[in-house]
């Protein structure tokens, strides 16, 4: 439980983010972080997750180097983070590259999501995740000078800071920020994980993460570590049109799909293609959301701040987003820690100044990606029903933008920075910053 003589934060959401932020101030002796979780049961939804070379960094800069061994972590034997394939013909014709600085270790990798999310809390005492416990509402007890969470079973916390990380359609989120709300961009992937037994036998089968394109849909693979297999299936519809909107309000983020639906989509493929599709055994359904960046993410009177999904509801960053969230965690946990690494600490106002540094450090960067993505996304969705010839389709696979900026963003160098530029000034926090 916690310990009320020690600064508490209370942490809502146990995905990486949430998780990322326990871990980073577990060893800090003034910090109480406690995590709280809606579900029975400590469960990541969803199917695989990538982390570039920024996440890869964060995850060992936390100590969890663990999750780099490639018991848990796939990587593409070329050194490539993605290749891509012709869907009619196979062949690559482009493929991503790391910067030359980037170390083998820390190349893309791809993740079963439960594989890291258990990697991750097995670094925190189980005591301090808590699960069955969804948010309902938070207030300041001005008597406490703490902020009083209740959760829908009825019980409550106290705690001096919120760290809402409680996913895409965060009610943390949308109880500080009520206009924020999410919407469906038209974009559904279908996904699945099973062990790669069941396509072990087809001919050619690709051995690293493959992205392969056509004109109006994708279509992803990859092995995973502890012999898994990953089938991704991605299709863009106008979200304002009638038919499309409806079934997406009805899916359920996560729901059975009908593996059959995921088949019909890849139909006029390669052969290889629909092999590896026909063999699927199952697919889940993920409708697509997005929500508008915030204004701040200081909010609850300067006590209550957001991470990952929760503070940046991009709609797909590029396969970014679990770098994303292990970043934010790491700063969240190093704006609590600069802010108790003086002899000065008033209360609540430093922890607004706190939360203001945390800000500064990630919002600039996830305000970047959001509005890249807005951009593709509207593009897709303006690709709707237009012919693409195969020139095009090739031009356009070939002309990617880099995006190394987002996978390769240096948290540690933005938080000196935000620190240096704060108006309290440098703190002993950055001689241990230039040692990461």
């Given at each position: 439980?916690?310990?009320p003589?020690r ?17 980073a101030?577990?060893?800090?002796p ?5 995590i709280?979780?809606k579900?029975s ?9 990538a982390?570039?070379?920024?996440g890869m960094?964060t995850l ?5 180097s663990?999750?780099?061994?490639e ?23 482009s493929?991503d590259?790391h ?15 439960p594989?890291?999310?258990q990697?991750l ?7 301090t ?9 938070c ?9 009083v969470?209740?959760?829908?079973d009825g ?8 760290l809402?990380?409680?996913?895409i ?6 109880f ?6 999410t919407?469906i961009t ?5 996904r699945?994980?099973f062990p ?19 004109p109006?849909?994708?279509l ?17 519809e ?18 059975a799909?009908?593996?059959d ?10 052969p290889?293609?629909?092999s590896?599709?026909?063999?699927t ?7 697509n ?6 204004e701040?993410w ?5 006590r209550?701040t ?6 940046h509801?991009h709609g797909?960053a ?11 965690g790491?700063?969240?946990?190093q704006?609590v ?14 922890i ?14 996830t ?7 807005r951009?593709?996304?509207?593009n ?5 029903g237009?012919?693409?010839?195969d020139?095009?389709l ?7 933008p880099?995006?190394r900026?987002?996978?390769e963003?240096d948290a ?12 309290s ?11 990461l």
């Open positions: 439980m916690s310990d003589s600064f508490r934060i209370a942490i809502i959401g146990a995905g990486i983010a949430g998780l990322s932020a326990a871990i101030l577990k060893d800090e003034r910090v109480d972080a406690q709280y979780e579900t049961e400590l469960r990541e939804v969803g199917a695989t997750i982390l570039g070379p920024n960094k060992e800069r936390l100590g969890v663990d999750a780099l061994d018991s848990v972590a796939f990587r593409n034997e070329t050194g490539h983070p993605m290749i891509y394939r012709h869907y009619k013909t196979d062949e690559v014709v493929f590259t910067s030359e600085s980037v170390e083998q270790h820390h190349h893309t990798a791809r993740f079963f999501r594989h890291l999310q990697t809390a097995r670094h925190l005492d189980p005591s995740i808590h699960l069955g416990k969804a948010f309902q509402s207030s300041f007890d001005e008597e406490l000078q703490k902020l969470i209740t959760f829908v019980s409550s916390e106290v705690a001096d800071i919120l809402g990380a409680d996913g359609h965060s009610p943390v989120r949308q500080f920020v009520s206009t924020s709300k919407r038209g974009w559904t992937t279908f699945s994980v790669i037994s069941h396509v072990e036998h087809i001919p050619d089968l690709p051995r690293e993460a493959v992205h392969i394109w056509g109006d849909r994708t992803f693979v990859t092995p995973l570590a502890q012999g898994l297999f990953s089938v991704v299936g991605s299709h863009q106008d979200p304002d049109a009638p038919p499309a909107e409806a079934r997406h309000q009805a899916a359920a983020w996560d729901s799909g009908a593996v639906d995921l088949r019909e989509l890849y139909k006029p493929w390669s290889l293609v629909r590896i599709v026909d063999a055994p199952y697919t889940k359904v993920y409708p959301s997005a929500a508008d960046g915030l701040t200081v909010l609850g009177g300067g209550v957001l991470a990952g999904d929760a503070a509801a797909g590029y396969a970014a987003g679990g770098s994303l969230a292990a970043d934010d790491w700063a969240f946990a704006a820690k600069n802010l108790l690494a003086g002899d000065s600490f008033v209360g609540g106002a430093d607004g100044a706190a939360l203001r540094l945390y800000e500064r450090t990630r919002k600039p960067h305000d970047r990606v959001q509005k890249t993505v951009r593709r996304n509207e897709m969705v303006r690709r709707i237009k012919t693409e010839s020139e095009e090739r031009s356009r696979i070939s002309n990617r880099d995006l900026w987002i996978h963003h540690v160098h933005a938080f000196s920075e935000a620190l240096s530029a704060s108006t000034g440098p703190t002993e926090l950055n001689g241990r910053l230039e040692s």
